[in-house]
């Protein structure tokens, strides 16, 4: 480790997670410092194109379609539990986040899901998130 010392830091500081080891168990783990809540459209747009569970009709009926025009651009947005669960989110300006209840909220379906392939699809879609986002756990930089 003392020979490739920066090369870990290196890592850490683009994002990658290193584990430490002392003979065979684990020491110490070096990351991030900076949390990676903010992230650019094209990083988590994929997550958005996988199927998921389908909701029931008198859900479908209650969804409102016309989207909301805040009258100026927006730079960042928390993207809530109905906007991470939608099968067809189109991609939006600036940096989404997302945030510490949108993620118990997603968790709590997985517990719910009354079939395993609907389990499955919550699963993998809270599995993406989790590997991209950081939560926020307030507004701001």
């Known amino acids: 480790m003392r020979q490739n010392a920066s090369w870990l830091v ?5 994002g990658d997670q290193v584990t430490i080891t002392v003979a065979g168990r684990l020491a110490a783990a070096l990351g991030p410092s900076a949390p990676r809540a903010w992230r650019q459209w094209a990083e988590v747009a994929d997550l958005f194109r996988r199927p998921r569970a389908a909701i029931g009709k008198a859900d479908r009926e209650s969804l409102d379609d016309a989207p909301a025009d805040p009258g100026r651009p927006v730079s960042r947005g928390i993207l809530d539990t109905s906007a991470l669960i939608a099968a067809d989110l189109q991609p939006l300006p600036g940096e989404p986040a997302t945030s510490v209840i949108s993620l118990a909220e997603l968790h709590y ?15 993998a879609r809270l599995v993406g998130l989790q590997k991209r986002f950081d939560p926020c756990r307030r507004m701001g930089p």
């Open 109 to 123: 379906g997985i517990l719910v899901a009354q079939f395993d392939d609907a389990r499955a699809v919550r699963l």
């Open 10 to 14: 290196r890592r850490a500081e683009a």
